[in-house]
């Protein structure tokens, strides 16, 4: 059963009213509005309060905006996209269990999006979604009421609402992606493709003043300006601001970029607070250790996390696509992960056995060399300072410069 709520051009029409208890309402607003380079709409104040029949969750917002609502499984999790806005919540908007609502994140989807997630621990439904215009002291105001449902019904509203944002959302994934490939210079530049891990509505892991996301933007941007300096490197990054990149995309911009090499920053948390260290992953098809899988499933998530994948291939093809990685390609990444660990070893603390073999997704480009680097965990006190510390960022990205450096220089002399 779907209510649909309806709202253009500043009324509502209600539709099913007698399904309400029982149902989902979307609401799905159409009134397009040309896509804006910065956000020109704020929003001031998430706020989430529990009342007898529904939980309702308000944005403040500085204006009038369009929205739409649509609900995603295994974990619960109600997804509102915005136009691009800037969020200066105050400190106390934080995110808290409410009710089944186990809290909520915020960023930048892509351009022009951004995205509110809200967690659930069970299955709630919308059961009206509008905009309130200013009265009185208030402003503008988007509201959100939810209520409690079942699974079925979660399933069958969550289904309906995602064929829907598909559907609004299809003209626009035929663009090419954000990044622009890079134009192949005379000469022998190597293309190195930066990818710093999760962005936007996906933090990554929490650290004591910082988010992951955070750390390896830093971090990559240090390693940019490291390579480029040298005059020998073309440097495309992934994502150079506070931005969602979906994990197959990252890829893309690898194999798009006819990428000589793809090196993805992360740093994490986990229980063991004493545990710290750098290590650097290689491709496997199985993890070679619980630990290595945890992250790889912690890094995986990232399209889990943001919210939906649009480009879902099936399996089969991921599998063949794998297959076809040649061994050279494989061999190559575990070269250039030697050399980060042989080098990394001077300038920073490293976790026992260093390199290791995980099945992150970002590493599966059947042709170019990637690695992906752990640069240290963030639940270890000692970690989360150094890696916020733009200092040491700088030395972190001049060790793996070098190791990049060396890696070349090795597979120049092999090939000759
Ligand atoms: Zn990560």
Avoid: C
């Avoid at 971090?219 to 994990?247: C, H, N, P, Q, S």
């Amino acid at each position: 059963m779907l209510a649909l709520l309806i709202r253009a051009k500043g009324f509502e029409v209600r539709t099913t009213r007698w399904v309400m208890a029982a149902a989902v309402a979307l609401l799905v607003v159409m009134v397009g509005s040309a896509a804006r380079a910065e956000p020109d709409g704020r929003v001031f104040n998430i706020r989430v309060g529990q009342h007898p029949d529904k939980t309702r969750v308000v944005l403040d917002l500085s204006r009038d905006i369009d929205f739409f609502v649509f609900l995603l499984p295994d974990p619960y999790r109600i997804v509102v996209d915005l136009p691009e806005l800037a969020f200066e919540l105050p400190a106390n908007a934080r995110s808290r269990p409410v009710g089944r609502i186990s809290g909520w994140r915020h960023g930048l989807f892509e351009q022009g999006t951004s995205r509110l997630v809200i967690d659930a621990t069970e299955p709630m439904t919308v059961k009206a979604a509008f905009v309130l215009p200013p009265s009185g002291t208030q402003g503008h105001r988007l509201v959100l009421d939810l209520v409690d449902t079942d699974r079925p019904r979660f399933i069958s509203a969550s289904n309906q609402s995602v064929k829907k944002r598909v559907a609004l959302r299809a003209p626009r994934l035929q663009e090419p992606p954000a990044a622009s490939p890079p134009e192949r210079t005379a000469g022998d530049r190597k293309v190195v493709v930066i990818d710093p891990g999760h962005g936007g509505v996906d933090p990554g892991a929490l650290g004591p003043n910082q988010y992951e996301k955070a750390i390896v933007l830093a971090t990559a941007k240090a390693l940019k300006r490291e390579l480029e300096k040298t005059g020998r490197y073309t440097v495309v990054m992934t994502r150079d601001r506070d931005i969602f990149v979906r994990l197959r995309e990252r890829v893309a911009i690898a194999r798009g970029s006819n990428a000589d090499l793809f090196v993805s920053l992360h740093a994490d948390t986990i229980d063991d607070r004493s545990l710290r260290g750098l290590s650097v992953y290689t491709l496997s098809e199985t993890a070679s250790d619980t630990e290595a899988e945890l992250l790889a499933t912690h890094a995986n998530k990232s399209d889990i996390i943001a919210g939906m994948d649009f480009s879902n291939e099936p399996p089969e093809v991921t599998n063949i696509l794998i297959d076809l990685a040649q061994r050279r390609t494989k061999n190559l990444s575990v070269r250039l992960a030697g050399y980060v660990v042989d080098e990394m070893e001077r300038e920073t603390k490293l976790l026992g056995r260093a390199h290791r073999f995980a099945g992150f997704a970002v590493l599966k480009a059947p042709d170019v060399p990637s690695i992906l680097i752990e640069l240290g965990f963030l639940s270890n006190k000692t970690d989360a300072r150094t890696l916020s510390d733009p200092k040491h960022q700088a030395r972190i990205a001049w060790g793996i410069a070098r190791s990049i450096d060396r890696y070349f220089q090795g597979v120049q002399s092999a090939f000759r």
